[in-house]
């Protein structure tokens, strides 16, 4: 037993990777010309000798890869961590020569539950060296015959060239939906390799409503942070606004000619904020005087003169109440840092740059030229003004530096890919990020999305060609949503069993929940169609779907007339029945989706697995008889387990389950 706890502590040291961080920004650039709106994947082993082994990739070709994570701590980690740290244990003792990570994956076959696929590259490595190995097959078998016995495996076989198939433990299956039960949700969290992120997302333009092209960068970001904070990553969330810039200097001149008492006036000068900001817009375009002394408002604002600045922090401060409103609707919690925080790092941060050699005058602006692209990024304009490339340069400098951010992570639509691209490469001309094949944190990352359509196949408007301003599409969702509810109640004849406050309630999380699962139940990187009729049906991968399956859960236990509390504690999990088993698997992978989607940063990812659980459900309910069945107490807690599974995934994803529909 010492010799095996020596190997397992070995193997742990050896894995151990030096510190990291996290950083993740979302955001939707649009790229008017006024303003900065960012929005538009043979001895029982000790626990203690577990460590988890996947890595934090980036599916875009614009940031670092990870290095591998830290050592867990007991029994913590998905099931494929502690499958991947029994399979790393044996890798050491079957070819102790080769340094390799261990490749474990969901096995889709019949034979397994997980499979280990090293085998075949390990064979191209040692082949030709003297080994005793003839084959791949005789490696997976060495492979297998080194796994550590322990209550986690039940059994193991080696198909074709290796695959070494890795069946789990019934009883071990049971005891960790159990200890789930006992604990909460929260034990099931992933182990990641980063300690800290920021989020920056939604990022609208001041002076301007927020419309349906910001309905994406906000619910995936606020998706993306809720996944990271479940697993324990340290998340600050940022709203990089447009809040700086010369738009401004023609919404302050136009405040100063419609109304020149407006500190007297106040809100009321400017009521209605996206009719007053097209009103200067035009102005600005057709009247040259007027574009002449907006221009010099700028100068003025910039230059802190007291007057400018007090209209500024008037409009900014119109501009956040109203996006407050729709935070608080879409129940997102963000922290304002806009351009304006980054500008004053900017010149200081352009100092740096140009004495290291990287910014060049090129026909009257400072540039700096990046390989593999054939314009340069501009970081002073030909007007002595600063940019978006300026701005990002700076706000990428503080998280790194201030912030100590580990992973910086850009949430805009796909169109901006490559500014981004630019500026992660000027920062790494810079010093400020490793080279990509040193796998090194710190680490930037773009995530793309598409757009929203209408049914026209074209960009989501209204029939007056305007954008769909955000508050007035969840209204709308509400009310359809209500509409629906009140429908199937009266014919169902239950509609005597709701108060009003249940059905205000219900409207709302149905209604809200559909706009956002709708949108996060597609690949981010794909344009959807924006169909309020497809996304509150109650049939196939809809939020109302999955809403409905929550429900029955919970009726179900209900019907039981069982305290499922008291179960927890004194009842236990059997697995007899195929399609328990099925059940139970797919619970406990819970961990290792969560895992999937932060590493690939694809909320797709954990909406495809909660649709799937219901599906699994569906089939376990309708084979294994619950309320009045021999096996009532155990799969009620089969029951349990799921509705707090799918309740885990409904917060992630910004939606607030129902109790009864």
């Known amino acids: 037993m010492r010799a095996f706890a020596a190997a397992a502590a070995a193997a742990t040291a050896a894995a151990a990777p030096t510190p990291s961080r996290l950083f993740l920004v979302s955001a939707h650039r649009a790229a008017p010309r006024f303003g900065h709106c960012r929005a538009s994947s043979s001895a029982r ?328 692209h054939q314009i340069p990024l501009i970081v002073v304009k030909r007007d002595g003004g600063f940019n978006y490339a300026s701005t990002d340069l700076a706000a990428l400098w503080y998280r790194l530096n201030e912030e100590k951010a580990e992973w910086i992570i850009y949430v805009t639509d796909v169109g901006q890919q490559q500014h981004f691209d630019m500026v992660f490469k000027a920062a790494r001309m810079a010093g400020w990020l490793p080279d990509p094949k040193e796998k090194k944190f710190p680490k930037t990352s773009h995530v793309g999305f598409g757009l929203v359509l209408g049914a026209d196949g074209k960009r989501f408007r209204t029939r007056s060609t305007d954008v769909v301003r955000l508050a007035d599409l969840l209204d709308e969702a509400i009310s359809r949503s209500k509409s629906e509810l009140l429908q199937r109640l009266t014919e169902n004849g239950k509609i005597v069993d709701w108060t009003d406050e249940e059905l205000a309630k219900t409207s709302e999380a149905v209604g809200h929940g559909a706009v956002k699962y709708a949108d996060l139940k597609n690949n981010r990187l794909t344009n959807y169609t924006f169909s309020f009729e497809q996304m509150l049906s109650d049939k196939g991968n809809t939020a109302v779907y999955l809403q409905y399956a929550h429900a029955r859960i919970c009726s179900i236990i209900r019907k039981s007339n069982m305290d499922v509390e008291e179960l927890k504690k004194s009842g236990s999990i059997s697995l007899g029945h195929p399609d328990e088993r099925v059940l139970g698997l797919y619970l406990i992978r819970f961990a290792e989706v969560v895992e999937e989607a932060c590493t690939n940063l694809l909320p797709s990812v954990l909406c495809e697995y909660l649709y799937n659980l219901s599906e699994m459900f569906t089939r376990f309910y309708t084979n294994c008889q619950v309320v009045g069945s021999p096996e009532e107490p155990s799969r009620l807690l089969l029951c349990e387990a799921t509705a707090i599974v799918m309740r885990q995934c409904f917060q992630l994803l910004g939606i607030t389950p129902v109790y009864k529909l």
């Open 45 to 372: 082993l000790p626990r203690s000798a577990c460590y988890a082994s996947t890595t934090m990739g980036d599916e875009t070709s614009t940031s670092v890869s990870a290095q591998p994570q830290e050592p867990a701590a007991l029994g913590a980690g998905s099931v494929k961590q502690q499958i991947s740290n029994l399979v790393v244990l044996s890798l050491r003792a079957t070819v102790p020569e080769v340094d390799v990570e261990p490749m474990v994956e969901v096995c889709t076959a019949k034979f397994g539950d997980y499979q280990c696929n090293n085998a075949m590259g390990l064979w191209s490595r040692v082949k030709g060296s003297g080994t005793s190995f003839k084959n791949p097959n005789a490696i997976g078998q060495a492979i297998s015959k080194n796994l550590p016995a322990c209550d986690v495996i039940e059994s193991t076989s080696v198909a074709g060239p290796g695959f070494v198939n890795i069946v789990l433990s019934n009883n071990w299956v049971a005891k960790r939906i159990q200890d789930m039960l006992v604990n909460g949700i929260k034990t099931w969290a992933p182990i990641l390799p980063v300690k800290k992120l920021v989020i920056d997302f939604s990022s609208p333009n001041i002076a301007k409503e927020m419309h349906v092209g910001h309905l994406r960068s906000t619910i995936i970001g606020d998706t993306l942070a809720r996944m990271f904070e479940f697993s324990n990553v340290e998340v600050l969330r940022r709203n990089h606004v447009g809040d700086w810039g010369t738009q401004f200097g023609m919404l302050i001149e136009y405040l100063f000619e419609k109304f020149p008492n407006w500190e007297e006036v106040g809100n009321q000068a400017i009521g209605d904020l996206q009719l007053f900001y097209k009103a200067s817009k035009a102005r600005f375009d057709d009247d040259a005087e007027f574009k002449d002394r907006a221009q010099q408002a700028v100068v003025r604002l910039q230059g802190g003169e007291e007057k400018y600045r007090a209209a500024w922090k008037k409009i900014c401060e119109i501009s956040r109440n109203e996006f407050d409103q729709v935070y608080k609707i879409l129940n997102v919690q963000i922290e304002e840092k806009g351009e304006s925080f980054y500008n004053p790092y900017i010149p200081q941060v352009l100092e740096k740059l140009s004495n290291q050699g990287l910014i060049t005058e090129s026909e009257g602006a400072r540039v700096i030229f990046i390989e593999g």
